[in-house]
């Protein structure tokens, strides 16, 4: 309890300057495409971090009290990619409610699904199938969910997504399936462990 008290005080100080901020650069900037909002205030970043942490409350008062919900960090990851990602389903829960944007991708395409689908997060893969996107969806590499599911044979989510229609004909830009790469060595995850990891390129080579 203490430590949510804490948590939001610093949220409400950070907002009170943090929105003011991102208002007063809505003047002087263009709108980012595609509903991409890259976080330029301390409340979009804290957002970022929250979601990242499975902060559920703290990310639904940042949003309510007006934080975009699609705003990203220099990568592209939104909250509902890094709470995905990291396995927070009450997170992903309560971005989806809120409007956030399942089919978005970060830098590279690579969505929620992909990420929660690599990590073998059936609950949450549950929460993003039922969202209005194309489950062969392919990030810039022409990779699928089903092709992150079936590397490390997350079969519980492999049988979730062949059940939404998921193609285990499907090729990326290499031309493998989701068979294929079922033999082969692992990607890079579509999104990294920590905030200092590279940038994620999937699986390119």
């Not at 971090?49 to 009290?65: H, I």
Request: proline share 5%; aromatic share 4%; charged share 20%.
């Amino acid at each position: 309890m203490i430590r949510k008290l804490l948590l939001g005080t610093l949220a409400l100080m950070m907002l009170g300057g943090g929105v003011l901020t991102a208002a007063w650069m809505s003047l002087r900037t263009t709108p980012a495409p595609q509903g991409r909002l890259l976080a330029t205030s301390d409340a979009e970043r804290y957002l970022l971090a929250a979601a990242r942490a499975g902060e559920t409350d703290l990310v639904a008062g940042l949003v309510k009290a007006g934080t975009p919900v699609e705003a990203r960090d220099a990568r592209g990851f939104s909250p509902l990619i890094l709470a995905a990602y990291h396995g927070h389903a009450e997170t992903v829960r309560a971005l989806l409610a809120a409007g956030a944007d399942a089919c978005a991708g970060d830098n590279n395409g690579n969505t929620a699904l992909m990420g929660a689908a690599f990590k073998g997060y059936a609950d949450i893969v549950g929460m993003l199938n039922q969202q209005p996107c194309a489950v062969d969806q392919g990030n810039r590499f022409g990779q699928t969910a089903l092709m992150f599911a079936s590397l490390f044979g997350r079969k519980e989510v492999v049988e979730q997504l062949r059940q939404k229609g998921a193609s285990s004909e499907v090729r990326d830009g290499s031309g493998r399936s989701a068979q294929d790469w079922a033999l082969t060595q692992e990607p890079r995850a579509p999104v990294p462990e920590t905030p200092e990891a590279p940038e994620p390129s999937a699986a390119a080579h």
